[in-house]
């Protein structure tokens, strides 16, 4: 039987962005131990919120700053979530101070950097679990999903093969060759949906890297400026058409350049997604060739609730 679920206390944040009206909302129950056994009752609650996922802290050792982390899409349970993880450090953030948080989730230890910022929301850097990234296989996991999508091959950019690339979960990579391709996304959600289900896919991270980037170019911190790339990422196996921010599919994305060799020392990779969908993200990835963690950072700012 689900508990009661009202008395709930959610708090309501927006990730990778600085205002309310753009990045990935998430909800966060900073407090969810009443719900620690219940699965049904934080996907009630999930639902109820009708955001891609819900953050629900579980268990707790508040001088450790370590805490049970689970996540819940409006459908059901996800090993981990991006956006989510960096909503609920930022939700600590303004309760406790900023400092280092430790989230065991069901994907592993999972350790957050929180910062003030003197000009906006505070700031959280996540170190995602070790990446890992392989070629997909044309048949059985390009095809279906190219036809899903209403893509051809043609609309792919040979320089960046697609992948399966894991950072927690499994995300299909795949690279637009043209930013018009990529902003007409119109797929058949059942379609997409029964192969994401079939491989076991988390979202469907898509991909177009912008002209002209910055690679070159060092900063005072020994770190590359290096590419810039524009996402969006299908998630109907979450009950939702599209995220507008991924720090998962970033995460596992970081690993993916690393795979392909495109990383050949620190670098930052920044990931603007959201645009199309009227929620711009900003998130900013740090690789490095000799490590397969990566870290992903962004802001997050409370959403206003009314009544």
Known sequence: MTAPTTDIDVLHYSAFTTHPDGGNPAGVVLDAAALADDDAAMTA????????????????????????????????????????????AVAFADRDGPGELIFDTASGEIRVETT????????????????RSRPADPGTEVEPTLAALRWSADDLDPALPPHVAFAGNDHLVLA???RERLADLDYDYDALEAVMRRRGWTTVHLVWREAGDDSARGSADGVTNGFVFHARDPFPVGGVVE????????????????????VDGPTRVRIRQGEDMGRPSDLLLDVTPDEPRVRVSGQAVRIPQSG
Not at 47 to 70: H, N, P, Q
């Open 243 to 262: 995220d507008p921010a991924t720090g998962a599919a970033a995460a596992a994305f970081g690993g993916y350049l690393r795979a392909l060799g495109l």
């Open 45 to 88: 609650v999930a639902a109820r919120v009708g955001y891609s996922e819900t953050a629900f802290i579980t268990e707790r050792d508040e001088a450790a700053r370590r805490y049970r982390l689970r996540y819940f899409s409006p459908l059901a349970e996800v090993a981990f979530c991006g956006h989510a993880t960096i909503a609920t």
């Open 116 to 131: 003030a910022d003197r000009d906006g929301p505070s700031r959280a850097t996540l170190t995602s679990v070790p990446t």
């Open 176 to 178: 637009a060759a043209t």
